[in-house]
Every structure is written in C-alpha cells, then in structure tokens.
C-alpha cells in the first residue's frame, strides 16, 4: 500500500533546531538568554528586549487547547478528514499551532488539557517527525491535572 504524502510544512531559516529536536521526539523552542522569553517563531532577535542570545528550551509537552476548527473537507492529500487544527497553549505559555492526534474531533473541549506527541509521516520532501497533540486524560482542564 503506498501512503500518499501530505505536504511539507513551511520551514523559515531559524527553526532548524526545532526540527531536529522534533526528529528525537523532543519538543523545545528558542528562548532568550538575557530575559527569559520564549520566542515563537523562532527568529533572530528577542521581540521583548531586542537581544540576540538564546538557547533552546525543552518544554513539558503538555498545554490545553485554547480554540481549533474542524475540517471536513481534504484540501491536502495524505491528510484524511476530518482533522482538528488547534491552537494550543503550553503549559510554558506560547502558543503553538498543531493538529490533534488520537482523540475524535467532537470529543474536543476548551481547555481540555493535552499532551504532545510526535508522529513520523511522509511528506513531499521526504520523512518528517511532527509535534501533534493528544488529549491527557479525562478532566476538562490543565489545572485539574495538576
């Protein structure tokens, strides 16, 4: 059986690191050195203090989902329908923008909380490891986890 691949995600030239921490199944994002502020899209320079210094920071892997939409329509072969595309906010804070993996579109509520999980899929540049987002467990949000 031949998988169709799904497209290749845009990739900007400051997130190397992200995708080859994603491709060991670990999900981190650039930080700055001097204040602490997680910086996503990854770039060049703090948006907060404008230094230039960071380091890439492993999170939790956990967050809640803030809001998503359901499409029900295949726009992109490889992507069977319908799948869920979610902002999620980690537990961290930034915000980040994946599909939801594992858990029925309708079964989604707001901030359920959710865990990353990294899947390897055939895109059309070849293999790649994603970060997508599972449900955690059965309360209905982040705090009650805890």
Known sequence: MTTTPRPAPQRGIFDE?????????????????????????????????????????????????LAWTVFHRQYFPGIPVPYAVAAVRTAEGPILIGNIAGTAVGDLIHGMPLTAVFEDVTTTDGPLRICQWTRLGPSSTLEEQE
């Open 17 to 65: 690191p992200y995708w080859r921490y994603a491709a060991a199944g670990e999900l981190r994002l650039q930080r700055c050195s001097a204040c602490g502020s997680f910086r996503y899209p990854p770039g060049p320079a703090c948006p907060d203090c404008l230094a230039e210094e960071h380091e890439w920071t492993a999170l939790s892997g956990r967050g809640s989902l």
